[in-house]
Protein backbone atom coordinates (compact mmCIF):
# COMPACT_ATOMS: atom_id res chain seq x y z
CA UNK A 1 0.00 0.00 0.00
CA UNK A 2 1.21 3.74 -0.26
CA UNK A 3 1.73 6.14 2.07
CA UNK A 4 -1.14 8.28 0.32
CA UNK A 5 0.44 12.00 1.94
CA UNK A 6 -2.55 13.96 0.07
CA UNK A 7 -1.60 17.25 0.20
CA UNK A 8 1.87 19.11 0.65
CA UNK A 9 2.84 20.70 3.37
CA UNK A 10 1.38 24.15 4.03
CA UNK A 11 4.15 26.55 2.94
CA UNK A 12 6.89 27.38 5.02
CA UNK A 13 4.95 28.46 8.29
CA UNK A 14 7.44 30.22 10.79
CA UNK A 15 5.43 29.20 13.57
CA UNK A 16 5.47 32.00 15.58
CA UNK A 17 5.69 32.05 19.16
CA UNK A 18 2.49 31.46 21.42
CA UNK A 19 2.33 34.17 24.39
CA UNK A 20 5.45 32.75 27.08
CA UNK A 21 3.52 31.65 29.44
CA UNK A 22 4.82 33.09 32.85
CA UNK A 23 7.70 31.92 34.14
CA UNK A 24 7.46 28.90 36.92
CA UNK A 25 8.47 31.09 39.71
CA UNK A 26 11.04 29.60 41.28
CA UNK A 27 11.15 28.04 44.73
CA UNK A 28 7.97 30.35 45.83
CA UNK A 29 6.05 28.30 43.56
CA UNK A 30 7.46 24.74 44.10
CA UNK A 31 6.33 25.46 47.81
CA UNK A 32 2.74 26.66 46.88
CA UNK A 33 2.44 23.20 44.98
CA UNK A 34 3.72 21.17 47.04
CA UNK A 35 1.32 22.44 49.88
CA UNK A 36 -1.54 22.22 47.07
CA UNK A 37 -0.27 18.49 46.75
CA UNK A 38 -0.02 18.13 50.35
CA UNK A 39 -3.97 18.80 50.80
CA UNK A 40 -4.44 16.02 48.38
CA UNK A 41 -3.12 13.81 50.55
CA UNK A 42 -4.39 14.65 53.58
CA UNK A 43 -8.02 15.04 51.69
CA UNK A 44 -7.18 11.37 51.05
CA UNK A 45 -6.31 10.34 54.46
CA UNK A 46 -9.59 11.82 55.38
CA UNK A 47 -11.59 9.86 52.57
CA UNK A 48 -10.35 6.65 53.39
CA UNK A 49 -9.33 6.73 57.48
CA UNK A 50 -8.85 3.22 57.09
CA UNK A 51 -5.33 3.47 56.17
CA UNK A 52 -4.42 4.96 59.31
CA UNK A 53 -4.95 1.73 61.31
CA UNK A 54 -1.05 1.00 61.24
CA UNK A 55 -0.38 5.01 62.99
CA UNK A 56 -3.03 4.20 65.26
CA UNK A 57 -3.03 0.22 66.84
CA UNK A 58 0.33 -0.13 66.19
CA UNK A 59 1.53 2.10 69.26
CA UNK A 60 -1.28 1.16 71.32
CA UNK A 61 -0.80 -2.79 70.45
CA UNK A 62 3.18 -2.75 70.66
CA UNK A 63 3.54 -0.67 73.25
CA UNK A 64 1.73 -2.96 75.72
CA UNK A 65 3.22 -6.09 74.37
CA UNK A 66 6.67 -5.20 74.40
CA UNK A 67 6.71 -3.12 77.72
CA UNK A 68 4.69 -6.22 79.50
CA UNK A 69 6.57 -8.98 77.59
CA UNK A 70 10.09 -7.53 78.12
CA UNK A 71 9.73 -5.64 80.64
CA UNK A 72 10.52 -7.56 83.90
CA UNK A 73 13.42 -9.48 82.37
CA UNK A 74 15.20 -6.25 81.29
CA UNK A 75 14.86 -3.87 83.57
CA UNK A 76 13.04 -5.71 86.58
CA UNK A 77 9.57 -4.21 86.43
CA UNK A 78 7.38 -2.62 84.15
CA UNK A 79 7.71 0.76 85.79
CA UNK A 80 11.20 0.26 85.02
CA UNK A 81 11.28 -0.23 81.89
CA UNK A 82 9.23 2.60 80.78
CA UNK A 83 12.39 5.21 80.12
CA UNK A 84 13.66 3.04 77.92
CA UNK A 85 11.11 1.52 76.20
CA UNK A 86 9.06 4.36 75.49
CA UNK A 87 11.27 6.46 73.48
CA UNK A 88 12.54 2.79 71.47
CA UNK A 89 9.06 2.27 70.32
CA UNK A 90 8.55 5.59 69.75
CA UNK A 91 11.46 5.97 67.43
CA UNK A 92 11.19 1.92 66.32
CA UNK A 93 7.05 2.90 65.15
CA UNK A 94 6.93 5.88 63.62
CA UNK A 95 10.43 5.70 61.72
CA UNK A 96 8.41 2.69 60.15
CA UNK A 97 5.48 4.10 59.41
CA UNK A 98 7.56 6.25 56.48
CA UNK A 99 7.36 2.96 54.59
CA UNK A 100 3.84 3.66 54.01
CA UNK A 101 4.86 6.79 51.91
CA UNK A 102 7.18 4.94 49.75
CA UNK A 103 4.05 2.37 49.10
CA UNK A 104 2.19 4.47 48.36
CA UNK A 105 3.60 6.84 46.36
CA UNK A 106 4.06 3.74 44.28
CA UNK A 107 0.28 3.04 43.79
CA UNK A 108 -0.46 6.27 43.35
CA UNK A 109 2.28 6.81 40.23
CA UNK A 110 0.17 4.16 38.47
CA UNK A 111 -2.98 5.96 38.60
CA UNK A 112 -3.83 8.43 35.59
CA UNK A 113 -3.62 11.19 37.63
CA UNK A 114 0.02 11.17 37.84
CA UNK A 115 0.22 11.73 34.06
CA UNK A 116 -1.81 14.94 34.40
CA UNK A 117 0.29 16.21 36.94
CA UNK A 118 3.08 15.47 34.58
CA UNK A 119 1.22 17.18 32.05
CA UNK A 120 1.13 20.17 33.98
CA UNK A 121 3.59 22.95 34.07
CA UNK A 122 4.53 22.38 37.77
CA UNK A 123 7.61 22.17 39.56
CA UNK A 124 8.73 18.46 38.97
CA UNK A 125 9.21 18.35 42.99
CA UNK A 126 5.68 19.33 43.86
CA UNK A 127 3.91 15.39 43.95
CA UNK A 128 6.76 13.84 45.78
CA UNK A 129 7.25 16.55 48.45
CA UNK A 130 3.60 17.38 48.59
CA UNK A 131 3.13 13.20 49.42
CA UNK A 132 5.77 13.15 51.87
CA UNK A 133 4.47 16.23 53.26
CA UNK A 134 0.79 15.07 54.05
CA UNK A 135 2.23 12.52 55.87
CA UNK A 136 3.48 13.76 58.53
CA UNK A 137 0.24 13.46 59.48
CA UNK A 138 0.72 9.87 60.00
CA UNK A 139 3.97 10.37 61.95
CA UNK A 140 2.41 13.13 64.17
CA UNK A 141 -0.66 10.70 65.04
CA UNK A 142 1.76 7.62 65.78
CA UNK A 143 3.99 10.11 68.04
CA UNK A 144 1.31 11.29 70.17
CA UNK A 145 -0.27 7.83 70.50
CA UNK A 146 2.83 6.52 71.50
CA UNK A 147 3.95 9.48 74.14
CA UNK A 148 0.11 9.13 75.49
CA UNK A 149 -0.07 5.08 75.69
CA UNK A 150 3.73 5.64 77.71
CA UNK A 151 1.76 8.17 79.96
CA UNK A 152 -1.17 6.16 80.52
CA UNK A 153 0.91 3.33 81.36
CA UNK A 154 3.12 5.38 83.81
CA UNK A 155 5.77 6.84 82.22
CA UNK A 156 6.67 9.66 83.46
CA UNK A 157 9.62 11.45 81.73
CA UNK A 158 11.82 13.75 83.89
CA UNK A 159 12.65 16.20 80.94
CA UNK A 160 9.33 17.82 80.84
CA UNK A 161 6.56 18.69 78.48
CA UNK A 162 8.64 20.89 76.14
CA UNK A 163 11.60 17.71 76.10
CA UNK A 164 9.22 15.59 75.34
CA UNK A 165 7.36 17.20 72.31
CA UNK A 166 10.82 18.20 71.34
CA UNK A 167 11.74 14.70 71.25
CA UNK A 168 8.23 13.69 69.53
CA UNK A 169 9.20 16.44 66.85
CA UNK A 170 12.67 15.03 65.92
CA UNK A 171 11.44 11.64 65.92
CA UNK A 172 9.05 13.12 63.30
CA UNK A 173 11.83 15.24 61.34
CA UNK A 174 13.69 12.28 60.81
CA UNK A 175 11.14 9.83 59.65
CA UNK A 176 9.97 12.62 56.93
CA UNK A 177 14.14 12.61 56.13
CA UNK A 178 13.80 8.51 56.20
CA UNK A 179 10.63 8.60 54.05
CA UNK A 180 12.47 10.07 50.74
CA UNK A 181 14.58 6.83 51.00
CA UNK A 182 10.99 5.23 50.42
CA UNK A 183 10.10 7.44 47.98
CA UNK A 184 13.45 6.75 45.87
CA UNK A 185 12.79 2.92 46.05
CA UNK A 186 9.19 3.70 45.17
CA UNK A 187 10.22 5.33 42.11
CA UNK A 188 12.78 2.75 40.96
CA UNK A 189 10.87 -0.21 42.11
CA UNK A 190 8.21 -2.00 39.63
CA UNK A 191 5.31 -3.13 42.30
CA UNK A 192 4.48 -1.30 45.61
CA UNK A 193 4.43 -5.00 47.46
CA UNK A 194 7.82 -4.92 45.55
CA UNK A 195 8.90 -1.62 47.84
CA UNK A 196 7.18 -3.03 51.04
CA UNK A 197 9.40 -5.86 50.63
CA UNK A 198 12.53 -4.07 50.10
CA UNK A 199 12.02 -1.49 52.96
CA UNK A 200 11.03 -4.00 55.54
CA UNK A 201 13.94 -6.27 54.75
CA UNK A 202 15.92 -2.62 55.49
CA UNK A 203 14.14 -1.67 58.43
CA UNK A 204 13.71 -4.44 60.45
CA UNK A 205 17.02 -5.38 61.08
CA UNK A 206 17.73 -1.59 61.38
CA UNK A 207 15.28 -1.07 64.07
CA UNK A 208 15.33 -4.29 65.72
CA UNK A 209 19.36 -4.40 65.96
CA UNK A 210 19.64 -1.00 67.91
CA UNK A 211 19.09 -0.10 71.78
CA UNK A 212 15.50 0.76 71.45
CA UNK A 213 14.74 -2.20 73.17
CA UNK A 214 17.58 -3.72 75.10
CA UNK A 215 20.58 -1.67 76.55
CA UNK A 216 23.48 -2.55 73.84
CA UNK A 217 26.15 -3.63 76.30
CA UNK A 218 24.51 -6.67 76.86
CA UNK A 219 24.68 -8.11 73.59
CA UNK A 220 27.82 -9.74 72.01
CA UNK A 221 30.89 -7.34 71.00
CA UNK A 222 30.31 -7.63 67.11
CA UNK A 223 26.79 -6.83 67.09
CA UNK A 224 27.82 -4.45 70.20
CA UNK A 225 29.66 -2.53 67.64
CA UNK A 226 26.71 -2.18 64.46
CA UNK A 227 24.24 -1.33 67.49
CA UNK A 228 26.68 1.59 68.09
CA UNK A 229 27.11 2.87 64.71
CA UNK A 230 23.20 1.75 63.84
CA UNK A 231 21.98 5.40 63.20
CA UNK A 232 18.33 4.23 64.57
CA UNK A 233 20.78 3.87 68.33
CA UNK A 234 21.77 7.57 67.92
CA UNK A 235 18.23 8.67 67.88
CA UNK A 236 17.02 6.88 70.11
CA UNK A 237 19.80 7.62 72.55
CA UNK A 238 19.30 11.51 71.52
CA UNK A 239 14.99 10.94 72.39
CA UNK A 240 16.10 8.95 76.04
CA UNK A 241 18.44 11.75 76.75
CA UNK A 242 15.98 14.32 75.95
CA UNK A 243 12.66 12.74 77.25
CA UNK A 244 14.41 11.41 80.60
CA UNK A 245 16.90 14.19 81.81
CA UNK A 246 15.81 17.31 79.14
CA UNK A 247 19.44 18.17 78.00
CA UNK A 248 19.94 17.75 74.15
CA UNK A 249 23.56 16.24 73.51
CA UNK A 250 25.26 15.85 70.83
CA UNK A 251 22.88 12.93 70.00
CA UNK A 252 20.47 15.60 69.21
CA UNK A 253 23.02 17.15 67.01
CA UNK A 254 24.30 13.73 64.91
CA UNK A 255 20.32 13.03 64.11
CA UNK A 256 19.67 15.94 62.65
CA UNK A 257 23.00 16.20 60.54
CA UNK A 258 22.17 12.56 59.86
CA UNK A 259 18.84 13.33 58.67
CA UNK A 260 19.30 16.23 56.49
CA UNK A 261 22.22 14.51 54.70
CA UNK A 262 19.47 11.59 54.04
CA UNK A 263 17.35 14.52 52.76
CA UNK A 264 20.20 16.59 50.77
CA UNK A 265 21.06 12.71 49.15
CA UNK A 266 17.89 10.89 48.57
CA UNK A 267 15.62 14.29 47.53
CA UNK A 268 17.26 15.10 44.39
CA UNK A 269 17.78 10.94 43.39
CA UNK A 270 14.25 10.53 43.91
CA UNK A 271 13.30 13.44 41.59
CA UNK A 272 15.47 12.27 39.24
CA UNK A 273 14.15 9.18 39.03
CA UNK A 274 10.48 10.47 38.58
CA UNK A 275 11.47 12.66 36.10
CA UNK A 276 13.03 9.64 34.20
CA UNK A 277 9.72 7.94 34.75
CA UNK A 278 7.75 10.77 32.79
CA UNK B 1 -3.17 32.74 9.71
CA UNK B 2 -0.55 30.01 8.61
CA UNK B 3 0.71 29.37 12.32
CA UNK B 4 0.55 25.59 13.62
CA UNK B 5 -0.04 24.53 16.26
CA UNK B 6 1.79 21.57 15.90
CA UNK B 7 4.72 21.13 13.87
CA UNK B 8 6.31 17.41 14.58
CA UNK B 9 9.05 15.90 12.53
CA UNK B 10 10.04 11.83 12.40
CA UNK B 11 8.72 11.33 15.59
CA UNK B 12 10.12 7.90 16.83
CA UNK B 13 9.47 6.34 19.88
CA UNK B 14 10.74 2.74 20.49
CA UNK B 15 9.77 0.30 23.63
CA UNK B 16 12.14 -2.83 23.20
CA UNK B 17 11.70 -4.21 20.18
CA UNK B 18 8.79 -2.92 18.96
CA UNK B 19 8.38 0.14 17.18
CA UNK B 20 5.42 2.08 18.93
CA UNK B 21 6.09 4.74 16.19
CA UNK B 22 8.19 4.69 13.73
CA UNK B 23 8.53 7.78 11.99
CA UNK B 24 5.12 10.29 12.41
CA UNK B 25 5.17 13.59 10.63
CA UNK B 26 2.21 15.86 11.74
CA UNK B 27 1.50 19.35 10.62
CA UNK B 28 -1.94 20.87 13.00
CA UNK B 29 -3.06 24.24 11.76
CA UNK B 30 -3.93 26.45 14.86
CA UNK B 31 -7.91 26.82 15.49
CA UNK B 32 -8.88 23.34 13.45
CA UNK B 33 -9.54 19.62 15.14
CA UNK B 34 -7.00 17.70 13.84
CA UNK B 35 -8.29 13.65 13.95
CA UNK B 36 -5.75 11.29 14.36
CA UNK B 37 -7.47 7.59 13.37
CA UNK B 38 -6.15 4.22 13.30
CA UNK B 39 -6.68 1.40 15.00
CA UNK B 40 -5.78 -0.19 19.25
CA UNK B 41 -2.13 -0.55 19.27
CA UNK B 42 -1.37 1.79 16.05
CA UNK B 43 0.80 4.72 18.16
CA UNK B 44 -1.70 6.86 18.60
CA UNK B 45 -1.39 7.47 22.29
CA UNK B 46 2.56 7.25 21.94
CA UNK B 47 2.35 10.07 19.30
CA UNK B 48 -0.04 12.19 22.01
CA UNK B 49 2.22 11.76 24.71
CA UNK B 50 5.39 12.58 23.19
CA UNK B 51 3.74 15.76 21.71
CA UNK B 52 2.44 16.59 25.63
CA UNK B 53 5.60 16.40 27.06
CA UNK B 54 4.68 12.68 28.91
CA UNK B 55 7.18 10.51 27.12
CA UNK B 56 10.22 11.91 25.21
CA UNK B 57 11.04 10.90 21.55
CA UNK B 58 13.57 8.61 20.78
CA UNK B 59 13.90 10.46 17.56
CA UNK B 60 12.43 13.30 15.04
CA UNK B 61 11.48 16.34 16.63
CA UNK B 62 7.98 18.41 17.72
CA UNK B 63 7.41 22.09 18.39
CA UNK B 64 3.78 22.87 20.27
CA UNK B 65 3.15 26.32 19.67
CA UNK B 66 6.50 27.42 18.68
CA UNK B 67 7.86 25.14 21.76
CA UNK B 68 10.35 22.03 21.49
CA UNK B 69 9.24 19.57 23.49
CA UNK B 70 12.11 17.79 24.34
CA UNK B 71 14.23 21.34 25.17
CA UNK B 72 11.21 23.58 26.22
CA UNK B 73 9.24 20.95 28.00
CA UNK B 74 7.16 23.56 31.16
CA UNK B 75 6.40 25.97 27.74
CA UNK B 76 5.16 23.58 26.63
CA UNK B 77 3.23 22.35 29.85
CA UNK B 78 1.94 25.67 30.11
CA UNK B 79 -0.20 25.81 26.85
CA UNK B 80 -1.52 22.83 26.87
CA UNK B 81 -4.46 20.15 28.14
CA UNK B 82 -4.41 16.39 28.33
CA UNK B 83 -7.17 14.13 28.16
CA UNK B 84 -7.28 10.62 27.95
CA UNK B 85 -7.54 7.50 29.95
CA UNK B 86 -3.85 8.13 31.40
CA UNK B 87 -4.20 11.60 32.16
CA UNK B 88 -7.52 11.67 34.53
CA UNK B 89 -8.47 13.12 37.64
CA UNK B 90 -7.88 11.60 41.14
CA UNK B 91 -10.65 8.78 42.11
CA UNK B 92 -10.52 9.09 46.10
CA UNK B 93 -11.65 13.05 45.68
CA UNK B 94 -15.07 14.60 44.88
CA UNK B 95 -15.27 16.77 41.40
CA UNK B 96 -14.99 19.53 43.31
CA UNK B 97 -11.71 19.07 45.07
CA UNK B 98 -10.31 17.29 41.93
CA UNK B 99 -10.83 20.88 39.85
CA UNK B 100 -9.95 23.04 43.18
CA UNK B 101 -6.30 20.73 43.08
CA UNK B 102 -5.65 21.72 39.74
CA UNK B 103 -6.47 25.32 40.03
CA UNK B 104 -4.06 25.56 42.74
CA UNK B 105 -1.35 23.87 41.41
CA UNK B 106 -1.48 26.45 38.43
CA UNK B 107 -1.07 29.12 40.94
CA UNK B 108 -4.78 29.77 41.44
CA UNK B 109 -5.27 31.03 45.34
CA UNK B 110 -7.98 28.73 46.74
CA UNK B 111 -10.70 31.43 46.71
CA UNK B 112 -10.09 31.76 43.00
CA UNK B 113 -9.70 27.90 41.92
CA UNK B 114 -13.02 27.46 44.24
CA UNK B 115 -14.78 29.86 41.91
CA UNK B 116 -13.19 27.85 38.95
CA UNK B 117 -14.28 24.54 39.98
CA UNK B 118 -17.79 25.71 40.28
CA UNK B 119 -17.62 27.43 37.14
CA UNK B 120 -16.23 24.37 34.86
CA UNK B 121 -18.84 21.79 36.91
CA UNK B 122 -21.62 24.35 35.52
CA UNK B 123 -20.35 24.81 32.10
CA UNK B 124 -19.96 20.77 32.12
CA UNK B 125 -23.59 19.69 33.55
CA UNK B 126 -21.69 18.40 36.35
CA UNK B 127 -23.07 20.79 39.18
CA UNK B 128 -25.26 17.91 40.78
CA UNK B 129 -22.51 15.24 41.33
CA UNK B 130 -19.86 18.03 42.33
CA UNK B 131 -20.10 16.50 46.07
CA UNK B 132 -20.27 12.63 45.15
CA UNK B 133 -17.64 10.23 45.06
CA UNK B 134 -16.56 9.74 41.26
CA UNK B 135 -17.01 6.27 41.64
CA UNK B 136 -20.37 6.67 41.42
CA UNK B 137 -19.99 8.49 38.34
CA UNK B 138 -20.86 7.31 34.81
CA UNK B 139 -18.69 7.34 32.30
CA UNK B 140 -19.84 10.50 30.27
CA UNK B 141 -19.12 12.32 33.31
CA UNK B 142 -15.89 10.91 34.02
CA UNK B 143 -14.82 11.78 30.43
CA UNK B 144 -16.63 15.13 31.08
CA UNK B 145 -15.13 15.98 34.37
CA UNK B 146 -11.52 14.87 32.63
CA UNK B 147 -11.72 17.15 30.25
CA UNK B 148 -13.45 20.11 32.60
CA UNK B 149 -9.79 19.18 34.63
CA UNK B 150 -7.57 20.21 31.46
CA UNK B 151 -9.72 23.28 30.74
CA UNK B 152 -9.08 25.41 33.61
CA UNK B 153 -6.42 27.81 32.35
CA UNK B 154 -7.96 27.28 29.02
CA UNK B 155 -4.97 26.24 27.04
CA UNK B 156 -4.68 27.07 23.23
CA UNK B 157 -4.25 23.58 22.77
CA UNK B 158 -6.00 20.33 24.15
CA UNK B 159 -5.42 17.19 23.49
CA UNK B 160 -7.91 14.14 23.49
CA UNK B 161 -6.99 10.77 23.42
CA UNK B 162 -9.87 8.77 23.19
CA UNK B 163 -12.72 10.88 24.63
CA UNK B 164 -15.57 8.85 23.26
CA UNK B 165 -14.15 5.38 23.65
CA UNK B 166 -16.74 3.45 25.38
CA UNK B 167 -19.21 6.08 25.78
CA UNK B 168 -23.27 5.21 24.45
CA UNK B 169 -23.98 7.56 21.25
CA UNK B 170 -25.95 9.71 23.23
CA UNK B 171 -23.29 10.81 25.54
CA UNK B 172 -20.66 10.67 22.48
CA UNK B 173 -22.92 13.45 20.43
CA UNK B 174 -22.86 15.44 24.05
CA UNK B 175 -18.65 15.23 23.85
CA UNK B 176 -19.05 15.84 20.20
CA UNK B 177 -20.92 19.07 20.73
CA UNK B 178 -18.42 20.07 23.72
CA UNK B 179 -15.61 19.87 21.07
CA UNK B 180 -16.61 22.20 18.26
CA UNK B 181 -17.47 24.73 21.38
CA UNK B 182 -14.25 24.48 22.47
CA UNK B 183 -12.91 24.88 18.45
CA UNK B 184 -15.32 27.75 18.06
CA UNK B 185 -13.92 29.34 20.96
CA UNK B 186 -10.30 29.71 19.30
CA UNK B 187 -8.90 26.48 20.86
CA UNK B 188 -7.12 24.15 18.68
CA UNK B 189 -8.06 20.38 19.23
CA UNK B 190 -5.78 17.03 18.61
CA UNK B 191 -8.03 14.09 19.06
CA UNK B 192 -7.55 10.77 18.27
CA UNK B 193 -9.88 7.67 17.74
CA UNK B 194 -11.08 4.47 16.40
CA UNK B 195 -13.87 5.48 15.31
CA UNK B 196 -14.18 6.45 11.61
CA UNK B 197 -17.44 8.60 11.77
CA UNK B 198 -15.80 10.22 14.58
CA UNK B 199 -13.18 11.62 12.81
CA UNK B 200 -15.48 12.06 9.40
CA UNK B 201 -17.87 14.19 12.32
CA UNK B 202 -15.23 16.07 13.72
CA UNK B 203 -12.29 16.33 12.20
CA UNK B 204 -11.15 19.25 9.58
CA UNK B 205 -8.02 17.18 8.54
CA UNK B 206 -7.52 13.47 10.19
CA UNK B 207 -4.29 11.54 9.64
CA UNK B 208 -4.39 8.11 9.80
CA UNK B 209 -2.45 5.85 11.36
CA UNK B 210 -1.26 1.94 11.30
CA UNK B 211 1.68 0.62 12.78
CA UNK B 212 3.18 3.82 13.87
CA UNK B 213 3.61 5.37 11.19
CA UNK B 214 0.98 7.76 8.86
CA UNK B 215 -0.69 6.00 5.79
CA UNK B 216 -2.71 8.68 4.89
CA UNK B 217 -3.41 12.43 5.79
CA UNK B 218 -6.20 14.87 4.03
CA UNK B 219 -9.60 15.87 4.78
CA UNK B 220 -12.21 13.81 5.25
CA UNK B 221 -13.25 14.28 1.42
CA UNK B 222 -9.16 13.75 0.74
CA UNK B 223 -9.10 10.61 1.73
CA UNK B 224 -12.71 9.31 0.43
CA UNK B 225 -11.65 10.59 -2.35
CA UNK B 226 -8.19 8.63 -2.75
CA UNK B 227 -9.87 5.51 -2.12
CA UNK B 228 -12.08 6.39 -5.21
CA UNK B 229 -14.77 8.54 -6.86
CA UNK B 230 -18.33 8.19 -6.13
CA UNK B 231 -20.17 5.33 -7.50
CA UNK B 232 -23.80 4.52 -9.09
CA UNK B 233 -25.72 1.78 -8.44
CA UNK B 234 -28.59 1.14 -10.64
CA UNK B 235 -30.86 -1.83 -9.25
CA UNK B 236 -33.40 -3.27 -12.51
CA UNK B 237 -35.69 -6.55 -12.24
CA UNK B 238 -33.78 -9.29 -14.30
CA UNK B 239 -37.36 -10.28 -15.68
CA UNK B 240 -37.10 -9.17 -19.48
CA UNK B 241 -40.23 -7.37 -20.67
CA UNK B 242 -42.37 -8.69 -23.43
CA UNK B 243 -40.68 -7.66 -26.69
CA UNK B 244 -37.82 -5.65 -25.05
CA UNK B 245 -33.99 -6.67 -24.18
CA UNK B 246 -33.32 -7.72 -20.92
CA UNK B 247 -33.18 -4.53 -18.25
CA UNK B 248 -29.84 -5.58 -16.76
CA UNK B 249 -28.57 -5.20 -20.58
CA UNK B 250 -30.40 -1.94 -21.78
CA UNK B 251 -29.36 -0.24 -18.47
CA UNK B 252 -25.76 -1.11 -18.75
CA UNK B 253 -25.72 0.21 -22.68
CA UNK B 254 -27.12 3.80 -20.99
CA UNK B 255 -25.13 3.78 -18.20
CA UNK B 256 -21.94 2.95 -20.37
CA UNK B 257 -23.15 6.12 -22.62
CA UNK B 258 -23.69 8.67 -19.92
CA UNK B 259 -20.08 7.73 -18.00
CA UNK B 260 -18.16 6.16 -20.34
CA UNK B 261 -17.56 3.03 -17.79
CA UNK B 262 -18.64 -0.35 -18.08
CA UNK B 263 -20.94 -1.26 -14.93
CA UNK B 264 -20.00 -3.95 -12.63
CA UNK B 265 -23.23 -6.57 -12.00
CA UNK B 266 -24.10 -8.07 -8.71
CA UNK B 267 -27.21 -10.52 -8.73
CA UNK B 268 -29.37 -9.25 -5.46
CA UNK B 269 -31.01 -12.91 -5.61
CA UNK B 270 -34.25 -12.95 -4.43
CA UNK B 271 -37.31 -15.67 -5.15
CA UNK B 272 -36.92 -17.30 -8.27
CA UNK B 273 -37.75 -15.14 -10.98
CA UNK B 274 -38.09 -11.61 -8.96
CA UNK B 275 -34.41 -11.35 -8.80
CA UNK B 276 -32.95 -8.30 -9.14
CA UNK B 277 -29.02 -7.08 -10.42
CA UNK B 278 -27.22 -3.95 -9.21
CA UNK B 279 -25.29 -2.31 -11.49
CA UNK B 280 -22.57 -0.19 -9.89
CA UNK B 281 -20.32 2.81 -12.03
CA UNK B 282 -17.70 4.97 -10.69
CA UNK B 283 -19.20 8.16 -11.49
CA UNK B 284 -16.90 11.52 -11.71
CA UNK B 285 -20.08 14.08 -11.67
CA UNK B 286 -23.13 13.63 -9.83
CA UNK B 287 -24.58 16.26 -12.27
CA UNK B 288 -24.53 12.46 -14.32
CA UNK B 289 -27.28 11.62 -12.36
CA UNK B 290 -29.66 13.25 -14.09
CA UNK B 291 -28.38 11.78 -17.68
CA UNK B 292 -28.06 8.27 -16.29
CA UNK B 293 -32.32 8.90 -15.28
CA UNK B 294 -33.35 10.63 -18.26
CA UNK B 295 -31.75 8.08 -20.88
CA UNK B 296 -32.94 5.13 -18.81
CA UNK B 297 -36.86 6.65 -19.39
CA UNK B 298 -35.57 7.30 -23.21
CA UNK B 299 -34.62 3.38 -23.32
CA UNK B 300 -37.74 2.83 -21.51
CA UNK B 301 -35.92 0.88 -19.07
CA UNK B 302 -37.82 0.12 -15.62
CA UNK B 303 -35.51 0.16 -12.56
CA UNK B 304 -36.22 -0.61 -8.79
CA UNK B 305 -34.01 1.69 -7.24
CA UNK B 306 -30.49 4.02 -7.61
CA UNK B 307 -28.11 5.39 -5.29
CA UNK B 308 -25.47 7.19 -4.98
CA UNK B 309 -22.80 6.11 -2.43
CA UNK B 310 -19.16 7.95 -1.16
CA UNK B 311 -16.84 5.30 0.35
CA UNK B 312 -17.07 5.68 4.11
CA UNK B 313 -13.96 6.12 6.12
CA UNK B 314 -14.42 2.01 6.65
CA UNK B 315 -13.38 1.84 2.96
CA UNK B 316 -10.76 4.11 3.16
CA UNK B 317 -9.05 2.41 5.96
CA UNK B 318 -9.50 -1.11 5.02
CA UNK B 319 -8.24 0.18 1.74
CA UNK B 320 -4.94 1.62 3.22
CA UNK B 321 -4.15 -0.24 5.90
CA UNK B 322 -5.33 -3.77 4.46
CA UNK B 323 -7.42 -4.10 7.67
CA UNK B 324 -10.45 -2.68 9.15
CA UNK B 325 -9.79 -0.45 12.15
CA UNK B 326 -10.42 -3.18 15.43
CA UNK B 327 -12.78 -3.54 18.16
CA UNK B 328 -15.46 -1.19 16.87
CA UNK B 329 -18.16 -0.80 19.23
CA UNK B 330 -21.87 -1.95 17.31
CA UNK B 331 -23.66 0.29 19.49
CA UNK B 332 -21.38 3.71 18.36
CA UNK B 333 -22.02 2.86 14.67
CA UNK B 334 -23.64 5.82 13.11
CA UNK B 335 -26.09 4.39 10.02
CA UNK B 336 -26.15 7.44 8.19
CA UNK B 337 -21.78 7.18 7.88
CA UNK B 338 -22.30 7.21 4.01
CA UNK B 339 -24.12 9.95 2.62
CA UNK B 340 -26.94 8.32 0.41
CA UNK B 341 -29.39 9.45 -2.15
CA UNK B 342 -32.17 7.10 -2.51
CA UNK B 343 -34.51 7.79 -5.86
CA UNK B 344 -37.64 5.47 -5.44
CA UNK B 345 -38.15 4.12 -8.97
Known amino acids: MTAATLTTAPAAPSPTSAPVPPP ?43 TYIFGGAIAGSVQDYLPTIIPGILVQTVI ?41 VRYLIATTLTIVMGLIMGWRPGGGVLAVVGAGLLVMFVAWAVSWIWAFVGM ?34 WLRSFVQVNPVSHLVTAVRELTGTGTATSEVTWTLVGAALVVVVLAPLAVRAYMRKA | MTTNAIEATGLVKV ?28 GKTTTIKMLATLLRPDGGSARVLGHDVVREPQAVRALIGVTGQYASVDEDMSATENLVLFGRLLGLSTRAARTKAVELLEEFGLSDAARRPLKQFSGGMRRRLDLAASLIARPPLIFLDEPTTGLDPRTRNQMW ?36 QVVAEGTADDL ?65 VADVLLRLREDRVDILGLSLSRPSLDE ?20 NETPKVQVPA
Not at chain 1, 31 to 42: D, E, F, I, N, T
Not at chain 1, 47 to 57: A, G, I, K, S
Not at chain 2, 244 to 261: E, F, M, N, Q
Not at chain 2, 316 to 335: K, M, R, S, Y
Request: hydrophobic share 45%; charged share 20%; aromatic share 4%.
Open chain 2, 224 to 288: KRSVGAQALQVTVPTTTPPGGAPPADAAARALAAVTGHDAARTALGGPDADGSVRLTVPLESPDH
Open chain 1, 188 to 221: IARTASSVQGISMLIMFPLTFLSNAFVPADTLPG
Open chain 2, 177 to 212: DTVRRLVAEGSTVLLTTQYLDEADQLADRIAVIDRG
Open chain 2, 15 to 42: FGRNRAVDGVDLTVPTGSVYGVLGPNGA
Open chain 2, 316 to 335: VFLTLTGHTAEQQDPEAENP
Open chain 1, 24 to 66: AGGVAAAARQSVAMAWRGLVKIRRTPEQLFDVTLQPIIFTLMF
Open chain 1, 96 to 136: TTSVVTGTQLREDMDKGVFDRFRSLPIARIAPLAGALLADS
